[in-house]
């Protein structure tokens, strides 16, 4: 809709706000610059930039701004993709989902579900959950003293909202540790660079993304963003008692195709004791 | 609003960092306050919110929002002023202040500090939402100028002249940045000390300084320098004008030590001394 040449209503606002989003929020082209056909009659030239020229610097900063986002949330993927490849995958997610929160920590919610290569698509996930674990809240914590007693077909745990549990197909966990320290051994190299410029240090050579299937939780424990591996059967558990189940009805799916001859009772205690200390159990949110 | 709204808060602060967080936790250096983006706080849990109780601890904090977007279109994020309002509890921060821009249309977010079209309408809009931001909230509110790139063919009135409106509309406080002025004075061409002369020197709650850059054809407010003497000009005008005033320098982009930052920021005492 063309932009009204006065501006007397808020919905004469409205569609000036929205062509001028449009504007900024279109993809730049190849060299950085504003579409050649964007609609720039709502912008006054100058003596020195034409009313196009104007807007281009809102575009770019646009673009740079969201871009620098998920390059800061998103180390391990553009190791893992090389820099091309990573920054067309930013600029095409960012098309396809502008941003719809007013916190940039949102910017990447949609990314691994955009991404179709099953080894980018982990590491995506595995970040994403690290953005999460970094400020989620830790609610109350439940300890295991807090449960002795309750009867295991009526007990509901809640798993806290920054411990996040994913099942993966890569060994992430050793991509990002392996990936750090390279990362660490370069910087420390170029530390007296404090005034200089900023520049994006350059891409590390990517470890190897092993294929391996992982039950990897991202947690937070003091602050500080630590990896778990856990068994398949202590995964299923702890998943469950997430999504709702007693612990009765945990137990039963977790050990549906256990190997028999361990003796679970005494891992479950075990697990238990640990998950507790490490103070990942909350209350359940109320069942729908 | 009368100007004692915010007596008591009239020296330097700085803003705070993440790269500072460890300096001033450990070396807890002698600073009137800080100023802390609001929306890097709003969350639920973790080290920012345990770094900002040690520092609440400590020093007097005043809180400053990037994403009110008071002339949007759209009305005020349910969301985000609740999260706010949990914020202020925690902080009893004396205001607060966001910008007199816009920044997001039918729920895409440009996550940048849009100019406003300068309209009559407009401002009575954005009076409203600034009233409504203050009553939810239960703090008074300062609108900050913002620095711009591009002006609109509808604006029926200059800058300056669509601030005071705003503000007379919304009794409202205002955060002057003249470092802004400065940059949007090239930019578009006007004299600064004008702007200055215009403002309702009684509103003025706080003042920013800050540094910027200068390219071929436009000034970007990069916030990456030292404070130039032009904007040191505009400042001792500005506190001439609205008397001893809550001061603080804006450094975001290759930020220096604490101390180096520190120092910058004290050079505005030599400025209070003479002018104020
Ligand atoms: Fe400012």
Redesign the pocket.
């Known amino acids: 809709m063309s932009t009204p040449s006065q501006l007397s209503t808020n919905a004469d606002l409205r569609i000036l706000q929205r062509n001028m989003a449009a504007a900024l929020m279109q993809p730049l082209t190849r060299h950085d610059g504003l579409q050649s056909r964007t609609q720039v009659d709502f912008i006054t030239p100058n003596d020195r930039l034409s009313g196009f020229q104007r807007l281009e610097i809102y575009a770019r900063q646009y673009w740079f701004r969201l871009l620098d986002c998920l390059y800061d949330d998103y180390p391990a993927l553009r190791v893992l993709l090389g820099e091309m490849r990573f920054h067309k995958l930013c600029r095409d997610y960012l098309a396809a989902h502008p941003s719809t929160s007013w916190t940039l920590r949102n910017l990447g919610s949609q990314l691994s579900a955009f991404i179709t290569e099953p080894k980018a698509r982990d590491v995506a996930r595995v970040e994403w959950a690290q953005t999460l674990a970094f400020d989620e809240p830790q609610k109350k914590t439940l300890h295991i003293d807090d449960l002795l007693g309750a009867d295991p077909s009526a007990l509901r745990l809640g798993l806290q909202p920054c411990v996040i549990a994913l099942r993966i197909d890569h060994a992430v966990d050793h991509f990002i540790t392996a990936m750090k320290k390279t990362d660490a051994d370069v910087r420390s190299g170029a530390s007296q660079a404090m005034s200089q410029a900023p520049t994006r240090a350059a891409i590390i050579k990517a470890p190897r993304l092993k294929k391996e299937v992982l039950h990897l939780v991202i947690h937070r424990h003091e602050n500080t963003l630590y990896f778990k591996r856990l068994t398949r059967e202590a995964f299923l558990m702890l998943t469950a008692l997430r999504d709702g189940l007693t612990l009765a009805d945990a137990v039963e799916l977790a050990l549906a195709e256990a190997d028999p001859t361990t003796d679970w009772p005494v891992q479950i205690r075990d697990w238990f004791a640990e998950w507790s200390q490490l103070g990942w159990f909350c209350k359940p949110s109320p069942q729908p | 609003m009368p100007a004692n709204a915010f007596n008591g808060h009239t020296d330097l602060g700085i803003g705070l960092r993440v790269p500072h967080y460890r300096h001033i936790l450990e070396k807890k250096p002698v600073c009137g306050w800080f100023e802390i983006i609001s929306e890097n706080f709003m969350v639920d849990g973790g080290r920012p919110l345990e770094v900002l109780d040690s520092i609440l601890e400590q020093y007097r904090v005043v809180q400053h929002g990037v994403s009110m977007y008071f002339g949007n279109a759209d009305p005020l994020n349910r969301d985000h002023v609740k999260k706010l309002k949990r914020l202020v509890k925690r902080t009893n921060t004396p205001w607060l202040s966001d910008h007199l821009c816009w920044g997001s249309v039918d729920g895409r977010c440009s996550h940048d500090l849009l100019p406003m079209p300068y309209t009559m309408s407009v401002a009575k809009h954005t009076a409203q939402k600034i009233k409504q931001a203050s009553d939810f909230l239960e703090v008074p509110i300062c609108v ?1 100028n913002v620095s711009s790139y591009a002006e609109f063919t509808q604006n029926e009135m200059t800058e300056w002249e669509f601030l005071n409106e705003v503000v007379e509309h919304a009794d409202c406080g205002i955060l002057l ?1 003249v470092n ?1 002025i400065y940059v949007s004075s090239e930019n578009h061409r006007f004299d600064p000390f004008e702007y200055l002369r215009a403002m309702p020197h009684h509103r003025v709650g706080q003042i ?1 300084i ?1 540094g910027h850059q200068r390219f071929e054809h436009v000034i970007l407010d990069t916030h990456d320098h030292p404070v130039p003497d032009p904007v040191w000009d505009l400042y001792a005008e500005a506190i001439r004008l609205s008397g001893n005033t809550a001061t603080l320098l ?1 450094w975001d982009d290759r930020i220096p030590s604490f101390d180096e930052v520190h120092a910058e920021a004290l050079k505005a005492n030599r400025y209070l001394h003479e002018h104020a």
């Open positions: 900050e940045d802004n920013h800050a804006e």
